[in-house]
């Protein structure tokens, strides 16, 4: 895990605004348009230069799918297990984003219990794998990565034949078994960041709301959690947020123990997970 560079003070808040735009950087406070840029202009993250780069640059997983990446964003997920009360509320959002039916459910929450039997919830999704078993078995090239990490899906593409299904040990995407109807024209888009209605006989999973992201704007399932147990973050400027506070990601990930869910498989995954030790919140 990349560690990063300056003050170690891991949170700042974050104003209610609009998301990802150009810094400006200001004596207080970083509004939420711009946590993942101005991180690293205010020298708490690195730069583009830095060492975060050089690892998502040098990785052996992306020189072996030789795929370009994006210098401004690598998008990375963490779930704040400590807070989240598995209300669901983050399944819905996501439903309504992407006009799912109630059967489509791109994240998942799990009742677990840990070690001494107490039950935690925790939400699983795509994990964006930097090395992933969905995109090495997809037959016709249907399911890759964008330059900026998030694995998506071309339904015109997929021929469902479900090798993708099979292949992630996460159970996270969903078959498209039946012909959505109710959706307006006026909604219908067939972009594989965003695909409305979901085509009957493909799949479709999680795609980190990337969509939003490129239109300043947070992933619907962060927008929907009321505990704020979810955050988006980017790899490049070392930062993410989950709308509210503003955190050094890898300060974030080591200070709080984060663990990625079945990391032994070696998949890469860009989605992490902080348990805590039972210590008490303030929020």
């Not at 690598?74 to 819905?92: A, E, N, P, S, T």
């Not at 409305?196 to 929907?224: M, W």
């Not at 400027?237 to 869910?261: C, H, K, Q, W, Y």
């Amino acid at each position: 895990m990349p560690e990063a560079e300056g003050p170690t003070s891991p949170m700042q808040e974050t104003s209610p605004a609009s998301v990802f735009g150009t810094p400006q950087v200001t004596a207080v406070g970083v509004p939420r348009r711009q946590f993942l840029f101005s991180i690293g202009a205010l020298g708490l993250g690195v730069s583009l230069g830095g060492r975060v780069l050089d690892v998502v640059l040098a990785s052996e997983e992306v020189d072996t799918l030789a795929r370009t990446v994006d210098p401004n964003h690598q998008w990375v997920m963490v779930f704040d297990l400590r807070r989240c009360d598995g209300c669901g509320d983050c399944i819905k959002g996501c439903q309504t984003e992407h006009h799912l039916p109630e059967s489509a459910e791109w994240i998942k929450v799990y009742e677990m219990h840990d070690t001494q039997g107490k039950p935690y919830m925790m939400p699983v999704l795509c994990m964006e794998c930097q090395d992933a078993p969905c995109v090495r078995v997809c037959p016709v090239q249907a399911t890759y990565y964008r330059p900026d990490g998030v694995i998506v899906v071309d339904e015109q593409i997929c021929i469902g034949c479900r090798m993708c299904m099979a292949a992630c040990p996460y159970g996270a995407r969903v078959f498209n078994w039946k012909e959505q109807t109710g959706i307006s024209p006026d909604l219908y888009d067939d972009r594989p960041e965003f695909t409305v209605p979901q085509r009957q006989g493909t799949v479709g999973k999680c795609t980190v709301c990337v969509h939003h992201l490129e239109a300043d704007k947070f992933p619907a399932c962060i927008e929907s959690c009321s505990m704020d147990a979810i955050y988006v973050g980017n790899l490049i400027t070392d930062s993410a947020s989950n709308g509210r506070e503003t955190v050094i990601l890898s300060t974030f990930l080591r200070d709080n123990d984060a663990f990625r869910f079945r990391e032994e498989l070696g998949t890469k995954a860009r989605v992490y997970y902080i348990a805590g030790h039972g210590q008490d919140l303030d929020y």
